[in-house]
């Protein structure tokens, strides 16, 4: 099902007026003002040696200096001389601010002899969406394309974000973003996006709020010089990028190579975690949980985040449909980079990379999908 579209961010023409200069305490004044307009504020901050997403309330909390190392299998952090957002994305991605890892749907209690059912209602929530880069934007687009309109939970939490994105200016071993056409510039699905230079912040308008919240903060046309600056450093990232997914035919090669013998080594590697899975910020697998106290009087419905790595994903009457590692690896990759194509006219990888920082077997879905176009290892 196709979502319908979020009608409170409404677009205005990106002109050069709509690009502004932020300096550091103005980047404060933003988060502040964001604040008092009543919206929870989520951003990247760094915690148990990751950067991970939360509740921000100053941007002292962002990683000011902090880098990030990453390749299959590896994640660490290091220094940076300066600024906010010199890391790339770490294992949290924004989905799970709109599809709760769980939630209740229903609840049944038993009073006076009779059951009294209580559906959990979805409850809005105004979130402010701090520092999403440009790959977790378009992951956030196919979220909208598969569940907006069929999931009223995820809309209630959805509608109304505010979204300040980053444009990124560097980029980490497992990022592929540029061979996939979501980044690393940050291009729809925002209302402001900053690009971080050495002295300030270009700021790109792109909906009515982020220009009426400019115009409040008094925030001055960026110049030419720093416009070109901003322009070339993102440019210079994208061609910087070492990692490459060739999406040419892919649909077709992979459905052609159901068979192929490579699926064979993969399982014999993967480990079957779903570490991939619960880091993408694409997938949308959910299962239902029933739980019932030990009284036997109050009984309620969960919706929980699932895999299809796990043996019970796909078990019906007669056992797993899916019982061993290689058909659910195959599965895995064939919709996320082949049938999800079918479902929903695009690819569901944004190439943000994580599967592959994050899997501890070090297994890289780039090189994966190319040993199955070659029919060999690369």
């Known amino acids: ?19 502004r200069r932020m300096d550091q305490a103005d980047l404060e004044r933003l988060l502040m003002a964001l604040r008092r307009d009543g919206f929870r504020v989520i951003g990247p901050t760094p915690r148990e040696g990751a950067v991970r997403l939360g509740d921000l309330e100053s941007t002292q909390e962002l990683p000011w200096g902090v880098g990030d190392e990453q390749e299959p299998g590896r994640y660490r952090l290091t220094s940076r001389a300066r600024g906010a957002f010199g890391h790339t994305v770490g294992q949290d991605s ?18 006076d002899s009779k059951l ?3 559906n959990a209602e979805p409850v809005p929530e105004k979130l402010a969406l701090f520092g999403v880069r440009a790959c977790d934007l378009a992951a956030i687009e196919i979220q909208d394309q598969v569940l907006l309109g069929a999931d009223p939970r995820y809309r209630a939490r959805r509608e109304g974000a505010f979204v300040v994105a980053v444009s990124c200016t560097v ?33 790109e308008v792109k909906s009515e709020r982020g220009l009426e919240l400019c115009e409040r903060l008094g925030l001055p046309l960026a110049s ?52 991939c899975t619960s880091v993408c910020p694409t997938c949308f697998c959910t299962n239902v949980k029933d739980s019932i106290d030990v009284t036997g009087s109050v009984a309620e419905r969960w919706r929980v985040i699932d895999s299809c790595f ?54 890289e879905i780039t090189r994966e999908a190319s040993a199955l176009r070659q029919g060999r290892l690369p």
């Not at 989905?95 to 009073?111: G, I, V």
């Not at 994903?313 to 195959?330: A, E, K, P, Q």
């Open 1 to 19: 099902p196709s979502g319908t579209p979020i009608a409170s961010i409404r677009r205005v023409a990106p002109t050069n007026t709509s690009r």
């Open 310 to 363: 796990t043996h019970e994903f796909t078990h019906l009457h007669g056992g797993s449909v899916r019982s061993s590692t290689r058909s659910r690896y195959r599965q895995w990759l064939t919709h996320k980079l082949a049938t999800w194509v079918d479902q929903f006219g695009r690819s569901g990888c944004v190439g943000c990379g994580r599967c592959i920082t994050w899997c501890p077997a070090g297994i």
């Open 171 to 203: 980029s980490s071993g497992s990022c592929f973003c540029a061979s996939m056409g979501t980044g690393p510039r940050a291009s729809r699905g925002f209302d402001l996006a900053l690009v971080e230079l050495d002295r300030c912040y270009v700021v």
């Open 94 to 111: 924004f989905k799970r601010f709109f599809l709760a890892p769980s939630e209740l749907l229903w609840r049944a209690e038993r009073r």
């Open 224 to 275: 030419a010089e720093e416009l070109a600056v901003a322009e070339e450093a993102v440019t210079e990232n994208a061609r910087a990028q070492s990692r490459r997914m060739s999406t040419e035919d892919l649909h077709d090669v992979l459905l052609s190579n159901l068979d192929h013998a490579h699926w064979d080594e993969v399982a014999e590697r993967c480990l079957a975690c779903a570490n």
């Open 116 to 118: 009294h059912f209580t």
